[in-house]
């Protein structure tokens, strides 16, 4: 582990977790299947890549910052599981040919993988596991291979930078290391449980009888502590921005719920009683935002049977029983409101993120198109440049304000729901708790209809994405929309260098660039609307919408070309006709001046000519 | 000329599209919690609990408020 001080004060701490190989999901596959599931991953991979190369670009601006150096680290990692992953399924179904060539695909991630490590090593003398050269060679040969080591990090804020940490603070999104910092966050507080169900187990097992049965109970009480713990991560990690932790988190859930259905087994089969199974689609459900039910409570009485309960014994173990059952249908009920109430918030938190980067994504996909100008002044385009920098950091910044100012609201409008006004001790009157009662109706009731808004607003703002990845999508649309740029501008050089040469003055010729340049901002938009009418999964208003934008872009580009010929035509037109002119004007002054010359002889030698014919 | 038609991908229809429903829900969004701020006023008056009733900025003004002039 090593703990680097930065330079602002603050703190970060990383480790490496080494991991086992789990390659049981993707072995077993005939050749279609792995053509299919290789199809898949090289999708995958690509959108990986573009991550890495984000980070890269990050990297480039600010390379003393060690968490990106982990990030980078982090993204090698993801690429090199997902080609150890084809590689395996690849040897698996013997086809060499493809294993050789993912092999000749994963050697330069390894050797960037060890350069980042040794980067690392440089700037904070920490040590982090190297890649193994022969993992790609081990999987050849079928061999255990060396599965790069989970990164994980924690940053702590300077001293300055603390919060008196009064309130839970929910995150909209989360990146990587964010999400990293919330699951070390959970298990160190889930560590204690796991410790007590290991040992609960060990003791089932050497145990019988009604000891037995009480045990299982036990387990199950602290596995469904497990499980509400992991139902918290699966629902955080949609919220990361890496895809692979929701996969981790519904794999850690699925394995605690299928411990739980072994217990509810086992306890059935010794006590002939029916429990309720956890359900095994709740991963899936939790995920995807799903209505899922929850675990009840497990609560029991033990009757002493040995000794033989009199009839008030059995009286009191009822109604032990009704208050138990009644207090867990209300514990159940609490759990519930207070996992849709944290949903709800959390979405709400979410909207305004995706605002502001709906906002941002707009000034972005000018900045970059500002690159390709014809005619502008490099300077005036740096500035442009610069303010639109300004305008994406005054959005970041009043976002980051929104989101503390919204969840202080949220925790009072959600105060007002939390408060049963049966009990709560401020409402003494019975009116009063009825106008309680029906304020925090009115207030239930108000709440859904904004969650509502914002599941529609959420649709806006991320498109058509499902898993909130709207960074790499964006950049997706900016790559697309440059590409379409460079080429417009490869293509239009000769035609810029023409205008240049025209005999016009440098507010016409800009005039002409201004037209050049509407033309690229169509050229560019074009090709981003035909890839995504092309690849999207589109509602159908959304189609047509994009379809009569195409139409419109091409219309534009068209009376573009049409504009800027015209111009130069008539500027060369003018052209001509001042050189025309000029003919004419030299023509009329050579005249004047043989007429002039002709004049001035006649008046000088006029008397002596008039003399000599003797007139 | 195309003098008047901009080309920008924030002026094609599907953006512009998107925001004025994205501006419709948000002031939507702004009544509902304006609604909300009312009951609080209530809520607090009724329990006591000033705090849940004390708001810095009005509804509106605040940087968590939609604002479509923004």
Same mark, same amino acid.
């Given at each position: 582990?090593?703990?680097?001080?930065?330079?602002?004060?603050?703190?970060?701490?990383?480790?490496?977790?080494?991991?086992?190989?789990?390659?049981?999901?993707?072995?077993?596959?005939?050749?279609?299947?792995?053509?299919?599931?290789?199809?898949?991953?090289?999708?995958?991979?690509?959108?990986?890549?573009?991550?890495?190369?984000?980070?890269?670009?990050?990297?480039?601006?600010?390379?003393?910052?060690?968490?990106?150096?982990?990030?980078?680290?982090?993204?090698?990692?993801?690429?090199?599981?997902?080609?150890?992953?084809?590689?395996?399924?690849?040897?698996?179904?013997?086809?060499?040919?493809?294993?050789?060539?993912?092999?000749?695909?994963?050697?330069?991630?390894?050797?960037?993988?060890?350069?980042?490590?040794?980067?690392?090593?440089?700037?904070?003398?920490?040590?982090?596991?190297?890649?193994?050269?022969?993992?790609?060679?081990?999987?050849?040969?079928?061999?255990?291979?060396?599965?790069?080591?989970?990164?994980?990090?924690?940053?702590?804020?300077?001293?300055?930078?603390?919060?008196?940490?009064?309130?839970?603070?929910?995150?909209?999104?989360?990146?990587?290391?964010?999400?990293?910092?919330?699951?070390?966050?959970?298990?160190?507080?889930?560590?204690?449980?796991?410790?007590?169900?290991?040992?609960?187990?060990?003791?089932?097992?050497?145990?019988?009888?009604?000891?037995?049965?009480?045990?299982?109970?036990?387990?199950?009480?602290?596995?469904?502590?497990?499980?509400?713990?992991?139902?918290?991560?699966?629902?955080?990690?949609?919220?990361?921005?890496?895809?692979?932790?929701?996969?981790?988190?519904?794999?850690?859930?699925?394995?605690?719920?299928?411990?739980?259905?072994?217990?509810?087994?086992?306890?059935?089969?010794?006590?002939?009683?029916?429990?309720?199974?956890?359900?095994?689609?709740?991963?899936?459900?939790?995920?995807?935002?799903?209505? +899922?039910?929850?675990?009840?409570?497990?609560?029991?009485?033990?009757?002493?049977?040995?000794?033989?309960?009199?009839?008030?014994?059995?009286?009191?173990?009822?109604?032990?029983?009704?208050?138990?059952?009644?207090?867990?249908?209300?514990?159940?009920?609490?759990?519930?409101?207070?996992?849709?109430?944290?949903?709800?918030?959390?979405?709400?938190?979410?909207?305004?993120?995706?605002?502001?980067?709906?906002?941002?994504?707009?000034?972005?996909?000018?900045?970059?198109?500002?690159?390709?100008?014809?005619?502008?002044?490099?300077?005036?385009?740096?500035?442009?440049?610069?303010?639109?920098?300004?305008?994406?950091?005054?959005?970041?910044?009043?976002?980051?304000?929104?989101?503390?100012?919204?969840?202080?609201?949220?925790?009072?409008? +959600?105060?007002?729901?939390?408060?049963?006004?049966?009990?709560?001790?401020?409402?003494?009157?019975?009116?009063?708790?009825?106008?309680?009662?029906?304020?925090?109706?009115?207030?239930?009731?108000?709440?859904?209809?904004?969650?509502?808004?914002?599941?529609?607003?959420?649709?806006?703002?991320?498109?058509?994405?499902?898993?909130?990845?709207?960074?790499?999508?964006?950049?997706?649309?900016?790559?697309?929309?440059?590409?379409?740029?460079?080429?417009?501008?490869?293509?239009?050089?000769?035609?810029?260098?023409?205008?240049?040469?025209?005999?016009?003055?440098?507010?016409?010729?800009?005039?002409?660039?201004?037209?050049?340049?509407?033309?690229?901002?169509?050229?560019?938009?074009?090709?981003?609307?035909?890839?995504?009418?092309?690849?999207?999964?589109?509602?159908?208003?959304?189609?047509?919408?994009?379809?009569?934008?195409?139409?419109?872009?091409?219309?534009?580009?068209?009376?573009?070309?049409?504009?800027?010929?015209?111009?130069?035509?008539?500027?060369?037109?003018?052209?001509?006709?001042?050189?025309?002119?000029?003919?004419?004007?030299?023509?009329?002054?050579?005249?004047?001046?043989?007429?002039?010359?002709?004049?001035?002889?006649?008046?000088?030698?006029?008397?002596?000519?008039?003399?000599?014919?003797?007139? | 000329?195309?003098?008047?038609?901009?080309?920008?991908?924030?002026?094609?229809?599907?953006?512009?599209?998107?925001?004025?429903?994205?501006?419709?829900?948000?002031?939507?969004?702004?009544?509902?919690?304006?609604?909300?701020?009312?009951?609080?006023?209530?809520?607090?008056?009724?329990?006591?609990?000033?705090?849940?009733?004390?708001?810095?900025?009005?509804?509106?003004?605040?940087?968590?408020?939609?604002?479509?002039?923004?």
């Amino acid at each position: 582990m090593a703990k680097d001080k930065y330079r602002d004060g603050r703190y970060a701490e990383a480790r490496d977790t080494a991991e086992v190989t789990d390659d049981a999901e993707v072995v077993g596959m005939d050749r279609r299947e792995l053509i299919k599931y290789l199809t898949e991953s090289n999708k995958k991979l690509a959108r990986q890549e573009r991550q890495l190369a984000a980070l890269a670009e990050q990297r480039r601006s600010e390379p003393d910052k060690i968490e990106l150096i982990i990030d980078c680290l982090s993204a090698e990692k993801r690429i090199v599981d997902e080609l150890s992953d084809n590689m395996v399924a690849t040897v698996d179904t013997g086809d060499m040919r493809i294993a050789n060539e993912i092999k000749t695909r994963m050697m330069p991630h390894l050797k960037r993988y060890n350069s980042l490590v040794e980067e690392y090593r440089a700037k904070t003398g920490g040590a982090l596991t190297p890649a193994s050269y022969s993992i790609p060679d081990d999987i050849i040969a079928k061999r255990e291979y060396a599965v790069l080591p989970l990164l994980t990090y924690t940053t702590q804020p300077a001293d300055d930078e603390y919060d008196d940490g009064s309130s839970t603070h929910s995150v909209a999104i989360m990146s990587a290391k964010e999400f990293a910092k919330y699951t070390a966050e959970s298990e160190r507080a889930m560590a204690p449980v796991r410790s007590k169900l290991e040992n609960t187990v060990k003791k089932m097992s050497a145990s019988d009888g009604q000891e037995k049965a009480i045990l299982i109970l036990t387990a199950l009480s602290l596995e469904k502590q497990l499980i509400d713990s992991d139902i918290e991560l699966v629902g955080a990690s949609v919220k990361s921005t890496s895809p692979r932790d929701v996969q981790d988190a519904k794999r850690r859930l699925n394995a605690d719920a299928k411990e739980y259905n072994s217990l509810v087994d086992e306890y059935e089969k010794l006590t002939g009683g029916k429990l309720t199974r956890a359900s095994e689609t709740l991963a899936q459900d939790v995920a995807a935002g799903r209505e +899922y039910d929850l675990l009840p409570t497990i609560s029991y009485t033990v009757n002493d049977t040995a000794n033989g309960d009199t009839e008030e014994e059995k009286y009191k173990n009822a109604k032990k029983n009704i208050q138990n059952a009644a207090d867990n249908e209300k514990k159940v009920a609490l759990t519930a409101l207070e996992a849709k109430i944290n949903e709800q918030a959390n979405k709400d938190l979410s909207v305004l993120t995706k605002h502001a980067d709906f906002k941002v994504s707009m000034l972005e996909s000018e900045r970059d198109i500002a690159r390709y100008r014809f005619g502008m002044a490099p300077k005036a385009s740096k500035k442009r440049k610069k303010e639109i920098e300004k305008e994406i950091a005054a959005i970041k910044r009043t976002h980051r304000e929104a989101l503390r100012y919204e969840e202080s609201d949220n925790k009072r409008y +959600y105060a007002v729901v939390k408060n049963d006004p049966d009990t709560m001790k401020v409402a003494k009157k019975r009116a009063d708790r009825d106008k309680i009662a029906s304020l925090r109706g009115r207030m239930i009731a108000l709440l859904n209809q904004r969650d509502e808004i914002n599941g529609k607003l959420m649709s806006i703002y991320t498109g058509s994405e499902i898993n909130n990845d709207g960074s790499s999508v964006n950049q997706a649309w900016r790559r697309i929309k440059n590409e379409a740029a460079e080429r417009a501008v490869k293509k239009d050089k000769k035609l810029a260098k023409k205008v240049a040469r025209l005999p016009a003055t440098p507010a016409e010729k800009q005039s002409i660039y201004n037209i050049m340049n509407k033309k690229l901002d169509a050229v560019s938009t074009l090709a981003l609307c035909e890839h995504r009418l092309r690849k999207e999964k589109l509602s159908r208003a959304e189609a047509r919408e994009l379809r009569e934008d195409i139409a419109r872009q091409r219309k534009i580009m068209k009376q573009c070309d049409s504009d800027v010929n015209w111009r130069a035509e008539q500027i060369k037109k003018r052209g001509a006709k001042k050189g025309g002119a000029g003919w004419v004007v030299g023509f009329i002054v050579i005249l004047l001046l043989v007429l002039g010359a002709g004049a001035a002889f006649l008046w000088f030698f006029g008397q002596d000519l008039l003399s000599g014919l003797g007139l | 000329m195309a003098k008047n038609k901009s080309a920008r991908l924030a002026d094609t229809k599907v953006v512009k599209g998107r925001s004025s429903r994205a501006e419709e829900l948000e002031l939507e969004r702004l009544e509902i919690k304006r609604e909300m701020e009312k009951i609080m006023a209530q809520y607090a008056k009724i329990t006591g609990l000033s705090e849940l009733g004390s708001r810095r900025y009005k509804v509106g003004k605040a940087p968590n408020d939609y604002r479509s002039e923004e």
